[in-house]
């Protein structure tokens, strides 16, 4: 399976650039959206990987960029509320 990948980032390409770039589109998709790259970089180079490799490389880039929780909705209602009742 090819991977567009930008190895100094250690961020796969979007699906787009995958697609562009001749990655494959559903390597990109085993990883989370807020890891892509959106855009072209010096260091995006396309790799061959096997499936291994590549739930490696996804474990690597979730230990290198811990995703942040976003606030949703739900728990900016909770806030209101809570604010409200004092």
Known sequence: MK???D???MKPACILLQIIMGGDQQAAHRFNPQY???HPT???KGFDLNEDQL?????KVEERHPLK???T?????QKVEQTNEK
């Not at 739930?55 to 474990?59: A, S």
């Not at 909705?73 to 209602?77: T, V």
Request: hydrophobic fraction near 50%; avoid cysteine; charged fraction near 30%.
């Open 7 to 9: 190895v100094d980032e």
């Open 3 to 5: 991977i567009v990948f």
């Open 73 to 77: 909705w739900r728990s900016l209602d």
């Open 42 to 44: 010096p260091g995006m």
């Open 36 to 38: 892509w790259l959106v």
């Open 55 to 59: 739930d490696q490389l996804v474990k």
């Open 69 to 71: 929780r976003m606030k």
